[in-house]
């Protein structure tokens, strides 16, 4: 077994189950990508078990904190019994769910989201790639599933060192020798909404949203809004949300001409009017100047963009983008109009998110009272020991 051996102090983390190793926390030792790797503190002291990957500057991914462990299949399938099981734990309203979460379920740089019967998987790291074919097959056999399509193309791939791979892992084919079909019909809550395995955004679909859409659904039913917009609408989850609560009319744009396709169709899936919903191709920037320039208002309006800040180090730049156009939404909200504002960020934090409000507020001539902290839906957790694992964070502002 290679050993990795820490400079002196950089062990602390470690000692409080964080399970990142980076590159400069290691004095010596190394190993291949995606090997398992014994970790070592300055003093020679066991640390933990880890699969280590040579490109990344997170060099090692912690598997276990026990010396006496065995990194093998039995492990892998172990892990993916006790992911799955947790999710017993949750009241999750949609035959869609999240299965496994990455470090906070023990399998860091592992997603996998069920939707209805197919998986979809992401390896995100050297680690879970090397395990890919044995955890494939616990996966199936934890869930009784036949199909898994794997997603394996986030940018954060490169950074492993590793190049992207989409397509079937398990079951592609059906008994007739045709392809499986990769188009899904989601329920969630009492709405119909579809998605494409091979093509949306993530694994195809924000289910990490899920419960904030039911959330913006009712309060449009308390406020009785009758504008709406929905910003980075996508397929128009939001948009179906508001419409269920009862919004008079809900303008949507996003700059993804088949995503506004798909949204319209979810419009009608759902039994709504089409005359009640707006879809615009358009850069979200510069419609909110127009409106602004316009003197439209909204009642309600979400903002829901997408990630600006993948890591701390574009902290700055992204925090001028999310005070940017929470600024400019501001200045569009009627008195007593409500922001749901959010950022899928994990270089921005919660705190450095609602300062970036505040002051996107305060440049707009705009005070109001936050009424609501909002996360991801509670399968996509995150640990005492992994608070990074927090990278959902949403605001809801009354305007005064």
Known sequence: MKTIRLREGKERSLLRRHPWIFDSAIAKGGGDAGETVRVEASDGRFLAWAAFSPASKIKARVWSFDETQRIDAAFMGAAVQRSI???AWFDVQSNGIRLVHGES???PGLVVDRYDDTLVAQFGTAGMERWKDVLADALLRETGLSKLYERSDASSRAL????EATGWLRGGTLADGEPAPT????????WQLTLDVAEGHKTGFYLDQRDSRQRFAEVTRQRQFGTVLNCYCYTGGFTVAALSGGAGHVTSIDSSAPALERARAHVALNGFAA???EFLDADVNASLRRFGAEGRTFDAIILDPPKFAPTAAHAD???RAYKD???LAFKLLAPGGVLFTYSC???ISADLFHKIVASAGSDAGVDGYITERLGGAPDHPMTIAFPEGEYLKGLVVVRR
């Open 160 to 163: 492993e060192g590793l190049p």
């Open 85 to 87: 099981a947790a999710r």
């Open 325 to 327: 156009i929470n600024r």
């Open 317 to 319: 730049r992204a925090a």
């Open 105 to 107: 379920d023990g399998l």
């Open 345 to 347: 960020s994990g270089g």
């Open 183 to 190: 188009g899904i019909t989601l329920r969630e809550h009492d």
């Open 275 to 277: 005359e009640r919903a």
